[in-house]
């Protein structure tokens, strides 16, 4: 499995925004530098591309030494292979019809580019020098023997992000296109669940059941889900409950396919204490047959990691030893198999840099 892995060499970075790109470089698995803003003009493609092209220049001639690459996450569908941004990009409007990115910065700068979808870099960032090693560091230091090599990064904020590795290496498929926001929505089959795992979600759903017709957003729902706002504190609370019942549904589908530990990020971690409770209960829910059996929903045992007593319960596991037959040697075995699910701890954003940085690097 691959660690985390640094350089003492820079790669320049990109958070690449509707309004705002902000250029930045890394060394070290650190930022390295002063970060540059500039407005991206994302309306019009030739302001835009001259807008990247002029944030990247400015960031290089600032560096002591020439940078290995540039690795960034852009937004939205894309051909991330061949670094061709299209399609259905609501805030890069400019790039619907295809645009050669990561081609057209490699003739400009003469050094590699990498683009990625920002939570599948998440997800990387995360297995590497994240959820990953923190939580087998802390089954160690339990004493345990399991450990941990697959992951499922997940951000909720403006959509639904997903990003798969497996045995350290970022899963990218052959399309670029490992998603589940467009699985069916729980309550909504005729709808994505990404419009049930969003902003936009938590602030339809509590328009919906509380009939409160201002524009709220998220944080303004959780204070009044907090009792330190005017406004419906049931209503407000169901709504964080809703997006997590939907989101506990998809990720009950793709860790029976995917089987890993689960680390959720992004701008609505803040309300986990309103959302988490009913995405866990809907990962642990029964399933039924035909013949009229039921049986788990994930066939693993769901832990919330980010919970003493059940991580303690999830790191004890329930181990013995088992002879091999024909034989006096005697081996470990845990019949119990688990997955958890936590919170990131180094933040969405911090962990979508280091992926960043950390694919340049594996991959030069």
């Known amino acids: 499995m691959e660690t985390l892995r640094t350089s003492q060499q820079i790669v320049v970075t990109l958070d690449a925004g509707g309004t705002n790109f902000v250029f930045g470089?890394?060394?070290?698995?650190?930022?390295?530098?002063?970060?540059?803003?500039?407005?991206?003009?994302?309306?019009?493609?030739?302001?835009?591309?001259?807008?990247?092209?002029?944030?990247?220049?400015?960031?290089?001639?600032?560096?002591?030494?020439?940078?290995?690459?540039?690795?960034?996450?852009?937004?939205?569908?894309?051909?991330?292979?061949?670094?061709?941004?299209?399609?259905f990009l609501p805030n890069f409007p400019s790039f619907r019809d295809g645009v050669a990115l990561g081609p057209m910065l490699e003739e400009r700068f003469g050094i590699p580019v990498y683009i990625n979808n920002d939570a599948d870099l998440f997800a990387y960032g995360e297995a590497a020098g994240g959820a990953l090693p923190r939580v087998n560091r802390m089954l160690e230091e339990a004493g345990s023997a399991k450990r941990y090599r697959n992951l499922l990064g997940y951000t909720f904020g403006t959509g639904f992000g997903f990003g798969f590795v497996m045995d350290g290496k970022l899963n990218?498929?052959?399309?670029?296109?490992?998603?589940?926001?467009?699985?069916?929505?729980?309550?909504?089959?005729?709808?994505?669940?990404?419009?049930?795992?969003?902003?936009?979600?938590?602030?339809?759903?509590?328009?919906?059941?509380?009939?409160?017709?201002?524009?709220?957003?998220?944080r303004d729902i959780f204070n009044i889900a907090e009792g330190a706002a005017e406004g419906n504190a049931e209503a407000a609370k169901e709504s964080f409950a809703t997006l997590g019942r939907v989101a506990g549904d998809a990720m009950a589908t793709a860790v029976t396919l995917m089987d890993g530990i689960i680390v959720i990020g992004g701008g609505l971690t803040g309300a986990s204490k309103y959302f988490m409770p009913a995405l866990l209960e809907e990962m642990r829910a029964e399933i039924r047959t035909m013949s009229g059996d039921s049986l788990n929903r994930v066939q693993m045992k769901v832990y919330n990691l980010d919970d003493k007593a059940e991580f303690e319960?999830?790191?004890?596991?329930?181990?013995?030893?088992?002879?091999?037959?024909?034989?006096?040697?005697?081996?470990?075995?845990?019949?119990?198999?688990?997955i958890g699910v936590t919170l990131s701890d180094i933040g969405a954003s911090n962990a979508v840099s280091l992926g960043a940085y950390l694919y340049a690097i594996n991959n030069k």
């Open 313 to 338: 319960e999830f790191a004890r596991g329930n181990s013995t030893k088992i002879k091999v037959y024909g034989s006096d040697r005697e081996v470990d075995y845990d019949p119990v198999k688990r």
């Open 25 to 87: 470089a890394m060394s070290d698995g650190k930022p390295f530098g002063e970060s540059l803003t500039l407005p991206s003009k994302a309306h019009d493609l030739d302001l835009c591309l001259g807008t990247l092209i002029e944030g990247f220049e400015r960031i290089i001639e600032s560096l002591p030494e020439r940078p290995i690459a540039i690795s960034f996450a852009f937004p939205g569908p894309a051909d991330y292979r061949n670094g061709v941004i299209g399609g």
């Open 172 to 218: 990218l498929g052959d399309n670029s296109c490992v998603e589940t926001f467009c699985l069916k929505h729980r309550d909504y089959p005729e709808y994505i669940v990404e419009d049930g795992v969003a902003i936009r979600a938590v602030k339809r759903v509590y328009r919906e059941l509380s009939g409160d017709d201002r524009d709220l957003e998220p």
